[in-house]
C-alpha cells in the first residue's frame, strides 16, 4: 500500500526556464544565489552555452530576481561552447562556479569533443579563468589511446582538493580516468584509473563525515565507483549492482546515498545506505511495490531507473527525490520518485506532482542536478523545490 505524501509538490510560480543544471549559494536563512548557464537549444535540447546568468531565489517567498548576466568571451577558445553533462561544479574556495565546456560538432545532441575546456566564472560576474585548457591533453598524460570525451566532464575545487572526470573514449570504447589536484587546482595529476573495470566515470559527489570533508565520490558506469580521497588517493569500488551506481550525500543524517539506473531489462535497481566513513560498506534498502500516475503506468520501484538524486526540504522534512525511467514509465519520459529521510527499508514512496496535481516528467537525455553550498562552513545544503523549464 502506497500512501500520498501530500506535501511535497512543487509550488507552481517557483520555476525558472533555461536551467537545466545549476549551483546554489546560501546567501542568508532564506536566500540563495542560482549560478547557472543559460541554454540555447537551436529547436532541440544541444546544451549550447553563451552566458552564465545569477539569480536570488528567496525560499520563504517563492520569488526570482535576476542578479546578473556574465558572457563567455570569443577568447576561451571556443566558437560554439557546449555544456556536458554535469558540467557544473563549484570551487567553493574561490566562489566560482566550474563549467566542462567542448565545441559543439555542429548537430549532436548529446556532448563529444576533442576540444574540451574547463572554465571558472566569478560568482561576482566580473571575470573567468581557463582553468584547463586542453583536457584532452591532460587524459592523454595518463590514457595514452584517448581521442575524444563524451557525455561527461565536470569538476569541483574544495578545502583545496581538485577533481576532474570525464568521459573519456578510445576509437568507441569507455576509458576510466580523473585527474585531482591537491593545490588548489593549480596542478593536476592524470589517473589512468581502471583498477576495477575500464568504464567511464561520470559525475563528483563531495561528501562529509559531519564536519570533516572526506573528498568525492564518483558516479561509476557499470559500477566503476570512485572514492577521491583528501591526501589525492584513491579507491575504486561499488556498494554492490550491476549497472551505474551515482552517490548521493544526504548531510541531513550525514550517510551516503547510492542509487542505480541503466538497466533496460527489467532487472532490479538498488538503494543503498552506507556511513561516509565506509561508503562502500552500504546496506541494500531497494523499495519493492508500484506506483501508479494520472495516466495510468504502473511503475515498478523495485526496477525502475533510480538517477539524478537530491536531497531537499519541505515543511522541515527531509526527502530523497530522483527521477525513474522505463518499468512502467512511458518511453522517452521520466517520472520524479520522492521518499522522507532517512532512506530505510520499508520507507513509503511516492510520484512528485505541481501542486495543481499535475504529474512531473522530463525527457531523457536531461541531466538535471542542482547542489546547494554554504561557502562560509564549505558544507553542502539541502535544495529548495525549484521547477526546472526546459529551454525552447
Same mark, same amino acid.
Given at each position: 500500500m502506497v500512501s500520498k505524501l501530500p506535501d511535497l509538490q512543487f509550488p507552481n510560480e517557483t520555476s525558472i526556464e533555461g536551467l537545466l543544471d545549476a549551483i546554489l549559494i546560501q546567501k542568508s536563512a532564506n536566500k540563495f544565489d542560482i549560478v547557472f548557464p543559460e541554454l540555447r537549444t537551436n529547436g532541440q535540447i544541444y546544451n549550447i552555452v553563451r552566458s552564465i546568468k545569477v539569480m536570488e531565489f528567496d525560499w520563504q517567498q517563492g520569488t526570482f530576481t535576476e542578479i546578473g548576466t556574465y558572457q563567455l568571451p570569443?577568447?576561451?577558445g571556443l566558437n560554439v561552447p557546449q555544456l556536458f553533462r554535469g558540467g557544473i561544479g563549484y570551487d567553493l574556495d574561490n566562489d566560482r562556479i566550474l563549467?566542462?565546456?567542448?565545441?559543439?560538432?555542429g548537430s549532436s545532441m548529446e556532448p563529444i569533443s576533442t576540444t574540451v575546456k574547463i572554465v571558472a566564472i566569478n560568482r561576482s560576474l566580473d571575470g573567468?579563468?581557463?582553468?584547463?585548457?586542453? &583536457? &584532452?591533453? &591532460?587524459?592523454?598524460?595518463?590514457?595514452?589511446d584517448a581521442d575524444e570525451i563524451r557525455y561527461y566532464a565536470s569538476c569541483y575545487i574544495i578545502n583545496g582538493l581538485g577533481a576532474i572526470v570525464a568521459g573519456v573514449y578510445s576509437a568507441g570504447a569507455e576509458r576510466a580516468w580523473h585527474a585531482v589536484s591537491t593545490d588548489g587546482g593549480q596542478t593536476w595529476t592524470s589517473r589512468h584509473s581502471n583498477d576495477r573495470y575500464d568504464y567511464i566515470h561520470e559525475l563528483i559527489e563531495p561528501f562529509w563525515d559531519g564536519d570533516?570533508? +572526506?573528498g568525492y565520490l564518483v558516479e561509476g558506469h557499470g559500477t566503476n565507483c570512485l572514492w577521491i580521497k583528501t591526501d589525492g588517493s584513491y579507491e575504486a569500488n561499488s556498494p554492490g549492482g550491476t549497472f551505474t551506481i551515482e /552517490?548521493?550525500?544526504? +548531510?541531513?543524517? %550525514?550517510?551516503?546515498?547510492?542509487?542505480?539506473?541503466?538497466?533496460?531489462t527489467g532487472a532490479v535497481q538498488h538503494i543503498?545506505?552506507?556511513? /561516509?566513513?565506509? /561508503?562502500?560498506?552500504?546496506?541494500?534498502v531497494t523499495p519493492s511495490g508500484t506506483l501508479t500516475d494520472a495516466?495510468? %503506468?504502473?511503475?515498478? &520501484?523495485?526496477t525502475v531507473s533510480k538517477l539524478d538524486g537530491h536531497i531537499v526540504m519541505v515543511g522541515g522534512v527531509g526527502y530523497l527525490l530522483f527521477g525513474g525511467s522505463r518499468d512502467g514509465v512511458p518511453s522517452g519520459e521520466r517520472r520524479i520518485i520522492c521518499t522522507q529521510l532517512p532512506v530505510r527499508s520499508g520507507n513509503t514512496y511516492e510520484l512528485l506532482t505541481y501542486s495543481a496535481g499535475d504529474i512531473i516528467k522530463y525527457i531523457v537525455g536531461l541531466r538535471f542536478i542542482v547542489r546547494a553550498f554554504d561557502l562560509s562552513s564549505k558544507k553542502p545544503l539541502p535544495c529548495p523545490l525549484i521547477n526546472v523549464i526546459p529551454p525552447s
Open positions: 570569443t577568447n576561451i563549467l566542462a565546456l567542448g565545441e559543439w560538432d573567468h579563468e581557463v582553468v584547463i585548457d586542453d &583536457l &584532452l591533453s &591532460l587524459v592523454r598524460q595518463a590514457v595514452t570533516t570533508f +572526506m /552517490p548521493i550525500y544526504d +548531510m541531513l543524517n %550525514n550517510e551516503v546515498i547510492w542509487t542505480e539506473w541503466g538497466s533496460a543503498w545506505y552506507a556511513s /561516509p566513513s565506509t /561508503p562502500f560498506n552500504a546496506t541494500d495516466e495510468g %503506468n504502473s511503475i515498478d &520501484l523495485s
